[in-house]
């Protein structure tokens, strides 16, 4: 008894030790930047979104928003004869008429849904020197939730980390250099979709609309396939994109439409985005949600936390739900 009991001690042990190492292993490593889409890492927290591709001296980050859709609310019943054609298929599929059963599915079909759209694209060009990078490294530490890009230009490291906070509700960068006040950026954003951008108060804005409609991209016999105007106000929805930097030693200055920041040793960057999505049965415009004010909220929420706060909280969130499998 004593023997067995001992023995399923040491498997239990070599078994939570083998899980515990497994999941630290858990990355996604390169030796060299993204050059598309889908090379590039993501990461989120159920409603933003990012694809790193981790460049050096442009890094483009991709950036998605859960509710920010084309369009606007649809009739409750788009197609009221649907219900007739249904005993019709059946019979169809029955007799082996195929053909006849597929005609028949399109008399069931509705309207085509609206187009899901990206937010943005966050752009960080790093002043590195003309020295070509050496030790190049990018990750994604699936166990964590965190992206990382590193590199080495005249004797120094570099290093960018990102990961999306769900209880800060913000994506959050952080760019730091082995030698003090080695980092100097400019910040841009700008998206597909109609916007324009600004800085306020040392943060970089970006506010848009999205389409009244979009076709799908397989749709090619509307001489519009995009349309922007709505005469009645209601569909088009609206969206903001805040980015704030918070820095340790260095300056922030505003050059035209983006941040400039010089001589820092530490950069964090909290990446707030919102639209004025209301419900499916509600016009995002017209009676939208107040996408700036929620924008707002969530920055404040994250920017007033230190960066190893965010960290920790983000830390222990996702591994309540990530650690539940191995």
Not at 105 to 126: A, C, F, R, V
Not at 159 to 187: D, H, N, W, Y
Not at 191 to 215: E, F, I, N
Request: charged share 25%; with cysteine; glycine share 6%.
């Amino acid at each position: 008894m004593i023997r067995s009991t001992i023995f399923s001690l040491l498997l239990t042990s070599l078994l939570y030790t083998n899980t515990a190492y497994a999941q630290k292993q858990l990355k996604l490593r390169y030796d060299k930047p993204a050059t598309e889409w889908t090379e590039a890492l993501p990461v989120g927290n159920g409603r933003l979104g990012a694809m790193v591709f981790g460049k050096v001296n442009e890094e483009l980050i991709q950036l998605n928003e859960a509710t920010l859709w084309s369009g606007g609310p649809v009739s409750e019943n788009v197609n009221p004869t649907a219900f007739d054609n249904l005993a019709l298929t059946r019979a169809a599929l029955t007799e082996g008429d195929y053909k006849k059963a597929y005609d028949l599915t399109k008399n069931m079909q509705g309207l085509y849904s609206e187009s899901y759209l990206p937010l943005g694209d966050l752009i960080i060009k790093q002043e590195t020197g003309s020295t070509k990078p050496a030790n190049y490294y990018r990750d994604l530490n699936i166990a964590d939730g965190i992206a990382t890009t590193a590199f080495t230009v005249d004797g120094i490291s570099y290093k960018r980390e990102l990961f999306a906070s769900a209880p800060g509700e913000c994506i959050i960068i952080r760019l730091t250099a082995s030698q003090q006040k080695k980092l100097s950026i400019t910040v841009d954003a700008k998206s597909l979709l109609r916007c324009k951008t600004s800085v306020q108060q040392q943060s970089l804005y970006l506010d848009g609309k999205a389409p009244a409609h979009a076709d799908p991209n397989y749709i090619n016999y509307n001489k519009e396939p995009i349309v922007y105007e709505d005469t009645t106000g209601c569909r088009g929805m609206r969206f903001e994109l805040i980015v704030k930097p918070i820095i340790k030693d260095g300056t922030i200055s505003n050059v035209g439409n983006s941040i400039q920041i010089k001589d820092a040793t530490e950069i964090v960057l909290v990446v707030s985005a919102a639209t004025s999505f209301n419900g499916f049965d509600t016009c995002p415009d017209s009676d939208g949600k107040d996408e700036k004010k929620l924008a707002a909220e969530h920055l404040a929420k994250a920017s007033n936390k230190k960066y190893d706060r965010l960290l920790k909280e983000h830390l222990q969130d996702f591994h309540k739900f990530f650690n539940r499998v191995s």
